[in-house]
């Protein structure tokens, strides 16, 4: 009896301890499961303290691809390609960047329907999709305040009944005068106000200061709604522990995050694939429960793209091998879990 005694002993602290360190990993970051996608799984998301969750409340990590910018490679988001995504690649989540200025939604509002088309192809294959206002170039996203107010006002009256919409106001103020306090706050409490006239429960999610780098600034001073989220970025060859710091502080107050973009490359978007430093992020983003978004798809011949330089022209999908990128290869690898950890 004693012996068995000490054996259930050991074996309950066995599982008592699997089952903890097990907290997000019973692995279900699959596209989709028993024939079931990922919405029609997850359901409505919801943000319980600092994590993302299902609509039981179960904490959740979901990953995909972000496009490149609309108005450059729009032709990628179709409904080929984010089927393709989605039954390959294993991606649950798609993000549609709709850039501000370099040549986006300033010059022509048409670029809107490149979003259109993701968010229908998304809904239609049942998968998460990010609307994101790609605020760069203009650093101060109160800059456009009207513009944001009037686009979100559009989407979250023509999608806000979907469990599918993830909304991203905005992509990553800069600037040396751009501060939470003063720009970054204000700014969102209002889109927020606008997107939550109509939708009153799909996530939110802020830029932060410096290019989304500060999610533990914006930790400080928190937005009150409920569902809301902060964002970090990060560039694998530039970005490292320092960053990650950042999200910890920022968790440890209690603010969710959510890296809506991210590089294996330098910050610049190119400059050869930093293996090493990609898989320390991803195993902290496993660890923390942080759903994330790769930048990007496209076949421009930047390092952080998917696509080997000048493959699939006609944005069909139905890539081998031979048509991604070194950079492509390792991030189909990641988010079919095929890395070993
Ligand atoms: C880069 C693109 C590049 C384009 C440039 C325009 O990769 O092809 O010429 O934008 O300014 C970000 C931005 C994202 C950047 C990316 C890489 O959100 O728009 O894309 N990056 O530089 N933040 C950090 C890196």
């Given at each position: 009896m004693k012996v068995f005694g000490k054996i259930a002993l050991v074996a309950g602290v066995a599982f008592l301890l699997a089952s903890c360190s097990n907290k997000y990993k019973d692995d279900t970051r699959l596209a989709i499961e028993d024939g079931r996608t990922v919405v029609e799984r997850y359901?409505?998301?919801?943000?319980?303290?600092?994590?993302?969750?299902?609509?039981?409340g179960k904490p959740v990590q979901i990953r995909g691809i972000s496009s490149h910018g609309l108005q450059w490679y729009g032709k990628y988001a179709n409904e080929d390609v984010i089927k393709w995504l989605r039954d390959d690649w294993n991606c649950q989540l798609w993000r549609a960047a709709m850039y501000i200025s370099e040549g986006g939604y300033l010059s022509s509002k048409a670029i809107k329907?490149?979003?259109?088309?993701?968010?229908?192809a998304c809904i239609k294959n049942g998968m998460y999709v990010?609307?994101?206002?790609?605020?760069?170039?203009?650093k101060d996203p109160m800059a456009h305040l009207d513009l944001a107010k009037e686009f979100f006002d559009e989407m979250s009256k023509k999608y806000g009944q979907y469990p599918n919409i993830i909304y991203e106001i905005c992509n990553e103020p800069n600037g040396?005068?751009?501060?939470?306090?003063?720009?970054?706050?204000?700014?969102?409490?209002?889109?927020?106000?606008?997107?939550r006239a109509n939708d009153p429960n799909n996530i939110i999610i802020v830029g932060t200061p410096i290019w989304s780098s500060q999610p533990q600034i914006a930790a400080k001073n928190q937005i009150k709604a409920k569902n809301i989220m902060y964002t970090v970025h990060f560039y694998a060859g530039t970005h490292g522990k320092e960053h990650r710091r950042n999200v910890k502080k920022a968790l440890k107050l209690g603010a969710?995050?959510?890296?809506?973009?991210?590089?294996t490359t330098m910050a610049s978007g190119d400059g050869?694939?930093?293996?090493?430093?990609?898989?320390?992020?991803?195993?902290?983003?496993?660890?923390?429960?942080?759903?994330?978004?790769?930048w990007a798809l496209n076949n421009k011949g930047?390092?952080?793209?998917?696509?080997?330089?000048?493959?699939?022209?006609?944005?069909?999908?139905?890539?081998?091998?031979?048509?991604?990128?070194?950079?492509?290869?390792l991030i189909r690898k990641i988010i079919r879990n095929e890395i070993e950890k």
């Amino acid at each position: 009896m004693k012996v068995f005694g000490k054996i259930a002993l050991v074996a309950g602290v066995a599982f008592l301890l699997a089952s903890c360190s097990n907290k997000y990993k019973d692995d279900t970051r699959l596209a989709i499961e028993d024939g079931r996608t990922v919405v029609e799984r997850y359901g409505q998301l919801q943000v319980i303290g600092t994590d993302l969750c299902n609509q039981d409340g179960k904490p959740v990590q979901i990953r995909g691809i972000s496009s490149h910018g609309l108005q450059w490679y729009g032709k990628y988001a179709n409904e080929d390609v984010i089927k393709w995504l989605r039954d390959d690649w294993n991606c649950q989540l798609w993000r549609a960047a709709m850039y501000i200025s370099e040549g986006g939604y300033l010059s022509s509002k048409a670029i809107k329907n490149r979003v259109i088309d993701s968010v229908d192809a998304c809904i239609k294959n049942g998968m998460y999709v990010m609307i994101d206002w790609h605020v760069l170039g203009t650093k101060d996203p109160m800059a456009h305040l009207d513009l944001a107010k009037e686009f979100f006002d559009e989407m979250s009256k023509k999608y806000g009944q979907y469990p599918n919409i993830i909304y991203e106001i905005c992509n990553e103020p800069n600037g040396d005068n751009v501060t939470w306090e003063n720009n970054i706050k204000p700014y969102a409490e209002e889109v927020i106000k606008t997107i939550r006239a109509n939708d009153p429960n799909n996530i939110i999610i802020v830029g932060t200061p410096i290019w989304s780098s500060q999610p533990q600034i914006a930790a400080k001073n928190q937005i009150k709604a409920k569902n809301i989220m902060y964002t970090v970025h990060f560039y694998a060859g530039t970005h490292g522990k320092e960053h990650r710091r950042n999200v910890k502080k920022a968790l440890k107050l209690g603010a969710p995050v959510f890296c809506t973009e991210w590089g294996t490359t330098m910050a610049s978007g190119d400059g050869g694939v930093f293996e090493k430093s990609t898989l320390e992020w991803m195993k902290f983003f496993e660890e923390n429960n942080i759903s994330w978004a790769n930048w990007a798809l496209n076949n421009k011949g930047e390092d952080s793209g998917i696509l080997a330089y000048g493959k699939d022209k006609e944005a069909k999908g139905g890539w081998t091998d031979k048509d991604l990128s070194p950079d492509g290869k390792l991030i189909r690898k990641i988010i079919r879990n095929e890395i070993e950890k």
